[in-house]
């Protein structure tokens, strides 16, 4: 007589595989009816953060995308020619004659778009100073974590992101009189000026 062995811990597997698969193809699911549209995710594409909450000492003016080859109203203020669409509709800090650094203070969490000057890094025809303590070349800024995004107005400005923590601060300083631009949605009020 021959002895009976129950099935395999595989065995049971494959049958109760081959019997859900076998309930699929007649239309017939275990799962609980859909209560509303399907949800379809793209593991492949995270949702981008959100623009983080800044602290900054800056007057703002609102980023407008104009042909190429328009002029600069205010003699310090770009005209935007050439942005991509993340930054059409926002805001941003606009140049003070003379002052090239831009300090900022997160007060929460998110992206930071940032474009600092892309011609002459660190104003080699502009003598010593303590300014120069302040300068932050490409590499340095890349191993700080920010990321190249791109260039605006035809390769004038690098366009970097960096996400930050509440709390986080920097100071950004490309050349001597040319400062940074830091970018924020139009709803989003700065904290400070």
């Excluded at 909450?53 to 020619?81: H, I, L, Q, Y």
């Excluded at 929460?108 to 000057?117: F, R, T, Y």
């Excluded at 003598?127 to 700080?144: I, N």
Aim: with cysteine.
């Amino acid at each position: 007589m021959k002895a009976h062995h129950p099935p395999s811990g595989l065995h049971l597997l494959i049958v109760l595989l081959a019997a859900s698969l076998d309930g699929c193809s007649k239309g017939e699911s275990n799962a609980p009816p859909s209560t509303g549209p399907a949800q379809v995710s793209d593991p492949q594409t995270p949702a981008p953060p959100p623009f983080a909450v800044v602290k900054v000492d800056a007057d703002w003016g609102n980023v407008e995308r104009v042909p190429k080859g328009s002029k600069r109203t205010e003699e310090w203020v770009p005209v935007w020619f050439d942005v991509p669409d993340d930054l059409t509709d926002k805001r941003f800090t606009k140049p003070r004659p003379y002052q090239g650094a831009l300090k900022v203070t997160i007060e929460k969490d998110g992206i930071v778009w940032l474009a600092v000057s892309n011609e002459k890094w660190g104003d080699p025809d502009h003598s010593g100073g303590a300014w120069r303590k302040e300068l932050r070349t490409r590499e340095q800024l890349l191993g700080e974590g920010w990321t190249v995004k791109g260039l605006l107005n035809e390769g004038e400005y690098l366009l970097l992101t960096r996400v930050f923590k509440a709390g986080d601060s920097f100071l950004v300083r490309t050349r001597k009189y040319t400062g940074p631009i830091l970018f924020l949605p139009r709803e989003k009020e700065p904290v400070g000026k």
